[in-house]
């Protein structure tokens, strides 16, 4: 261990207290030059509150902050960038009408002699840092048509035309492809080889081992421990995020697959190509693809919540009309989107009542809600998902990210006895491990009442882990389909590959950079 | 999994202080307000103050009620202070043409009605937003009725059918003496849609429609039929709070709700409402409003030139909007 090197940012005795919560208590932390420290927690841990902090959103209540050895107070992002560190965020905030170029110098633009914006300046070194990447980029494109990878590495680049020296990613991964990730490492090893401080903050445990240098694990708002990733193993890491040994990941149990359930026959809309197949009661089916493949829109589509041209849904032997989500409720259907932010969460509402959203009339006398008997399961709910919470009454932006993803997965499970078919759209991103098992329970526990499950995920392991049956989508259409015995992961991989290299015209990994 | 036993947690404590955290503010400045006041002058807490506040404030009350519906739901309506212009005249014209006062009142009523689906309808299947609907609307109706009414109306007083609920009392009460009936009404509707709000499905789901529309049709919620009744809901109060209106003053009033949407929006916004919806109750509001009252009345007692009223109500959007800015800074959310 390389004691005597000065760290970037140490912080020391570092508390944060929120109402009801202690989000941070009496934390150390520290982060080198050219090292990528990873931050691992459960859900509602503090990882997020940590980079906050650190990125001068919130203020911290207690503690010490020291970067290059000096004390500083940030009050605001702007005191963070001026001493060269830079957050980028999950939501990026990137403007999404102006072209790469301008992004990456919003705020300092290259001027010309007579103080006008020098746009060839400005479009020849967003050029160079890009290249200094290692990618191509048009600078002239608007960052609204970019994807979420791109945009990701316009952020960085953004980060590096100030000089960053500390980059701080939280959750960067959770919407990127492998081959998306692939070139992210790929950037984040250079900016390593240039001296740049990383804080890694993920649920994937592969990732740390295959960037980080050190971990810190969280747990409850206190750090367990920080420690060399080489001297870990991934089962010591779970046990200290979680304070015990986990047991089975995947809990499975004998299917007892039933009837015909969900009949879907030739639909097409939004990029879907003719795609048909059955559901059976009592039965996980695992959608699997590529960022891309259409996997969600399929989703939304059989739901009626994107636009069907062609084709019949059938659930339980009735017709579901098209665009018409109300319908699809009624006739059974649940859908748990992949956009939490955009399609799940009431934001200024309260935890409960965005858990009872679509369950409401259980808990009604005509429009009357018993308030008792909506606490009383949400509180249940709460309990058993084991969400982090202050209260019943906590606005639901003020939850971590997994744990407001749990909130919406309990939404649909309060509504089981009227659900026959659940669809499920990544409903484990950004969720600890821990809560990934308590999931992968509950679908399980459903599918044995009879419920039929389809599963989106771009995640090969849980697909493989919890599904009866596999489909692959390639390009809106379905490419393969195996049992649960023949499914592999070469298998799944081969089927979802694109026959063109997926798409990747202008983000290029680099070359000679190791990950 | 951990036990968090939600559910227990010291409910009764909690409950209070978040109502203290949320209302403490306001409460607080009506107070500061209105001792200021009494001590400035000899009859600020005099029972003919009270008075002419519960005079005043009622329609302001039922205007800020529907007011607060719609900007929950995520929309706003501008045109509140012409839909009660419109009723009013309407109701002169009816009753001076000798019809009764019932009918009168049904067909203002149904006025209004028309006007909140007319809005609703340019907003949830036209998508225009709802400021220009509703800006529009402002002029739209404002004109008609300056034509139909042709000032004609304006100038009749002293109906006797509107005496009866304009100046009329219910019975004796104790301690607080003769209620008036615009009190009365306004308390009435004032209750029974802060229970709507808090206590039923339909509330929840104008919140939920205001908080976010994609994930409450997503979740089933009927999302244009819960704007259009919040819309609805406000055009209706409108027009009842015109009721109200002419019947204290006596007449139809030719400027009758003019720039009242400006002051209700205010009092909305202060009373801890957003502009981007899913925000907002029915307590904060009415503090809001009567803080706001208290204010112009007490400029009026100090003899401060009356002007100043028109400015109170923009500095009051002001204030409410620098007070939501900071909650947001502090929580980090921008
Ligand atoms: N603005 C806030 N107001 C109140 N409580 C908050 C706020 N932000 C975070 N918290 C609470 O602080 C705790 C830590 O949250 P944080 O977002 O740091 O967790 P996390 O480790 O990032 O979790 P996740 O893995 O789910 O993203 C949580 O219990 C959360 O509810
Ligand atoms: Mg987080």
């Known amino acids: ?515 | 999994m951990k036990k968090t036993n939600i559910a227990l947690a010291s409910k009764r404590t909690a409950v209070w202080r978040s109502l203290l955290l949320q209302y403490g503010g306001l409460l607080l400045a009506l107070l500061l307000l209105m001792v200021a006041f009494s001590l400035k002058t000899d009859h600020f807490l005099s029972l003919t103050t009270l008075r002419t506040i519960s005079n005043q404030i009622p329609y302001a009350v039922l205007l800020a009620v529907g007011m607060t519906c719609v900007m929950i739901v995520g929309g706003i309506d501008l045109s509140v202070g012409s839909v009660m212009f419109v009723a009013a005249a309407l109701a002169g014209k009816l009753v001076l043409g000798g019809q009764p006062l019932w009918l009168a009142c049904a067909v203002i009523l149904l006025t209004g009605l028309v006007y909140g689906a007319v809005n609703a309808l340019f907003i949830t299947r036209l998508r225009v937003i709802p400021f220009i609907v509703t800006l529009a609307m402002l002029s739209i109706l404002r004109g008609l009725a300056y034509t139909f009414t042709d000032a004609a109306v304006q100038n009749a007083h002293n109906i006797e059918a509107f005496r009866a609920i304009g100046i009329g009392f219910i019975a004796q009460l104790p301690v607080v003496g003769r209620v008036p009936w615009p009190v009365v009404i306004t308390a009435v509707i004032f209750a029974v849609f802060a229970v709507i709000l808090t206590r039923t499905t339909l509330g929840r789901y104008i919140y939920a429609v205001g908080g976010n529309p994609r994930a409450a049709a997503l979740s089933g919620v009927r999302v244009y039929g819960v704007k259009t009744l919040a819309f609805v809901i406000t055009a209706v109060l409108a027009a009842l709070s015109a009721f109200i209106l002419i019947a204290r003053m006596n007449s139809g009033q030719n400027n009758a709700g003019f720039g009242f949407e400006l002051q209700v929006i205010g009092a909305v916004l202060l009373g801890g409402a957003s502009l981007a919806g899913g925000q907002g109750t029915l307590v904060g509001t009415l503090l809001a409003v009567l803080l706001l009252g208290t204010l112009n009345n007490g400029i009026i007692l100090l003899g401060i030139n009356s002007h100043w009223q028109v400015a109170v109500n923009g500095f009051a959007i002001l204030i409410a909007v620098f007070l939501d800015a900071r909650r947001r800074r502090a929580l980090g959310q921008d």
């Open chain 1, 1 to 515: 261990m390389s004691e005597s090197i000065q760290p970037m940012l140490e912080m020391r005795g570092i508390r944060k207290v929120f109402p009801g919560v202690i989000a941070l208590d009496d934390v150390d932390f520290d982060v080198r030059p050219g090292e990528v420290h990873a931050l691992l927690g459960e859900n509602g841990a503090g990882k997020s509150t940590l980079i906050k902090i650190i990125a001068g959103v919130y203020r911290r209540d207690g503690g010490s902050m020291l970067v290059d050895g000096q004390d500083v107070d940030f009050r605001s992002p702007a005191d963070a960038l001026e001493q060269r560190i830079k957050v980028v965020y999950q939501e990026l905030d990137l403007v999404d009408g102006l072209s790469v170029a301008e992004n990456v110098f919003l705020g300092g633009y290259p001027k010309t002699a007579r103080g006008f914006v020098d746009f060839s300046a400005l479009k020849s070194r967003t050029r160079a840092l890009l290249a200094d990447l290692g990618l191509e980029i048009d600078p002239d494109l608007p960052v609204g048509e970019l994807r979420v990878a791109e945009q990701q590495m316009v952020e960085i680049a953004r980060a590096l035309s100030r000089q960053a020296q500390l980059i701080v990613m939280d959750e960067p991964t959770s919407a990127l492809s492998p081959a998306e990730v692939d070139t992210l490492f790929a950037v984040i090893a250079r900016l390593k080889a240039r001296g740049v401080a990383i804080v890694y903050v993920s649920h994937k445990l592969d990732e740390i081992y295959r960037i980080a240098d050190r971990v810190t694990v969280f747990r409850d708002g206190k750090r367990v421990v920080t420690e060399e990733v080489a001297n870990t193993t991934p089962r010591q890491l779970v046990a200290w995020m979680v304070g015990r040994d986990l047991q089975d990941l995947f809990p499975k149990s004998e299917a007892h697959i039933g009837p015909p359930l969900l009949v879907v026959e030739g639909l097409s809309g939004s990029g879907l190509r003719d795609v048909s197949f059955t559901v059976h009661a009592g039965e996980v089916v695992g959608i699997f693809g590529l960022m891309g493949a259409g996997i969600n829109t399929l989703g939304r589509v059989i739901y009626g919540a994107a636009r069907r041209d062609a084709g019949t849904v059938t659930l339980d032997g009735a017709r579901v009309r098209p665009n018409a989500p109300r319908d699809a409720i009624a006739k059974g259907m649940g859908l748990l989107t992949e956009s939490r932010k955009d399609d799940g969460l009431v934001l200024p509402l309260s935890v409960r009542a965005n858990m009872t959203l679509a369950a409401l009339g259980r808990f009604a006398d005509l429009t009357w809600i018993r308030g008792g008997a909506e606490t009383r399961a949400a509180a249940e709910y709460v309990d058993r998902l084991g969400i982090k919470t202050p209260s019943l009454r906590q606005p639901i932006r003020y939850l971590s990210g997994g744990n407001q993803q749990k909130t919406l997965m309990a939404r649909w499970l309060l509504r089981r006895d009227s659900l026959k078919l659940l669809i499920l759209a990544e409903p484990t991103r950004g969720i600890d491990v821990g809560s990934k098992a308590e999931i992968y329970r509950l679908i399980d526990a459903m599918a044995q009442r009879g419920m039929g499950i389809l599963f989106m995920s771009t995640e090969m392991p849980e697909i493989l882990g919890i599904a009866d049956r596999i489909l692959v989508m390639r390009e809106g259409a379905i490419s393969a389909e195996f049992t649960r015995a023949e499914a592999s992961q070469e298998r799944l991989v081969a089927a979802a590959a694109t026959t063109e290299p997926e798409g990747e015209a202008t983000l290029v990994a680099p070359t000679g950079a190791s990950a």
